[in-house]
Nanobody
Framework: QVQLVESGGGLVQPGGSLRLSCAAS????????MGWYRQAPGKQRELVAA???????NYADSVKGRFTISRDNAKNTVYLQMNSLKPEDTAVYYC?????????WGQGTQVTVSS
């Protein structure tokens, strides 16, 4: 079993920054892809950013140039640095991690961008 613990959400003004973290623990032999999704009220969950075990990344068009995903394999942790935040970035952000053939989800962390 794999457990994911997210942190770093909160309330920020437009134009501000936040950094999300997601630490994996448990029965981990090797982590493949890691990513962040978000879900706003009344909308479907969407991919924000993902990173492979080799470090390749991809981003949703709406966050390109503003968000950066990274990972620390020694700590089994994935990060999402969010800059120039906009009100439309308001959502619950979920960490997603692939271990072997299974994927796991974090509990979600609220990000609210408002003045």
């Amino acid at each position: 079993q794999v457990q994911l613990v997210e942190s770093g959400g909160g309330l920020v003004q437009p134009g501000g920054s936040l950094r999300l973290s997601c630490a994996a623990s448990g029965s981990i032999f090797s982590i493949n892809a890691m990513g962040w999704y978000r879900q706003a009220p009344g909308k479907q969950r969407e991919l924000v950013a993902a990173i492979t075990s080799g470090g390749s990344t991809n981003y949703a068009d709406s966050v390109k140039g503003r968000f950066t995903i990274s990972r620390d394999n020694a700590k089994n942790t994935v990060y999402l640095q969010m800059n120039s935040l906009k009100p439309e970035d308001t959502a619950v952000y979920y960490c997603n991690v692939w271990v072997a053939l299974y994927d796991y989800w974090g509990q979600g962390t609220q990000v609210t961008v408002s003045s």
